[in-house]
């Protein structure tokens, strides 16, 4: 990595965290000056405007939030039990991640209307969320742990909406509880809804 490219990735580190809970319209050049120790020069040297430099903060914070979620679910060999691994990361793996909360919702309320570029990230983000959720569906239907009446990408869509709505409720209350009973009512449904029945012999 040359001098430069370090230098670049030194000020999406340390912009990333404004962004993500400040947002693009309140994330000032005088925060981000003070943030990465650098000038307007230096920190526009590498990027053409705060755009480009939001947009790759949110790749940065996004980026770190996935690999929280992630954790540890490759190991899990049943297909319901990896997307109950992905449920608890969700809920319990927020803290030491980029601060602000989850970089998804953060963005995509923000971005809705005025900022596309922000909200064409935050839509790359949800696709690939979706897409990661579908595909550990889709391989415990082949496994015959999953019930093959279960439509892989409508079950990523209900555990990513549920999530971030009790994290929504759970934030604007201060209270880990609706998160936290989110998860329980996701974990049943799962079990009773999701997973393949075993059928009797005979």
Known sequence: MTKGEQTRRDIVEKAAPLFNQKGFEGTSLA???QATGLQKGGIYRHFSGKRELA??????AWERAVR?????VADVPDGVDRLKKTIDNFVERRAGLV??????MNTAV???????VLRAR????LQGWTERLSRITAEGIQKHQIDRSIAPRKL???IISSLEGALLISRLQNDE????????HLDEYLEQSVRAKLHPAG
């Open 177 to 184: 509880e609706p998160l936290r009973a989110m998860r329980q």
């Open 156 to 158: 990523s869509q209900l």
């Open 31 to 33: 925060d981000l000056m």
């Open 99 to 104: 601060p602000g909360g989850c970089p998804l």
């Open 110 to 116: 923000e971005a809705d209307d005025g900022n596309p």
């Open 122 to 125: 935050a839509r790359r983000a």
């Open 55 to 60: 947009a790759e903060a949110f790749d940065y």
């Open 68 to 72: 929280g979620r992630l954790d540890g």
